[in-house]
């Protein structure tokens, strides 16, 4: 049985990119797909010491530990991944043990920009470095004027795209 779970980097119901997650699980059709809950409080020291890791927080880094493979999208906010996004990582980053080690993982972005979201995928690539996952590096999927790319159901309609997810997901099936 094949687990896949997705994290989005942005919490709005009609995220485009929650919807290139659902897109994505679809062609890569695992047994199971989960679709993280990232409403973590902001990471706060002194909140953690006096009550330790939040459940929500536990819970995330437990599926990350329990998936096969792992997919995330992320928007890009001012050059750079979203603070929903970095939030979550710091907040895993205090798990116990390492969920992501050498868990292979698939990166994608939806944007309303032309780049599609190259520069929050480089700063996310180097915020999973600490964490030693094995990322499947391309194709990059980067989806630019995300508004244009998905129809009314949220399913991705550019053929480019599409083919990019198609290629990212093969290659993170057969690297689980």
Known sequence: M????GLSGALRKASTNSALLRNAA????????????????????DLEA?????DVVQTVASQIAQADAVIIATPEYNKSLSGVLKNALDWISRAEGNPWADKPVAIMSAT???AGGERA????????????PRLICGPEVLVAE?????DTEGTLTNERYMKALSDLMHRLKAAT
């Open 2 to 5: 094949t687990t896949l779970l």
């Open 26 to 45: 679809t062609v890569f059709a695992p047994d199971h797909y989960i679709a993280a809950d990232l409403r973590f409080p902001l990471y706060d020291g």
């Open 50 to 54: 006096e009550s330790g890791l939040p």
């Open 112 to 114: 309303a920009g032309r």
């Open 121 to 132: 995928q480089t700063a996310l690539i180097s915020c999973l470095v600490p964490f030693r």
């Open 146 to 150: 995300n508004r244009n790319a998905f």
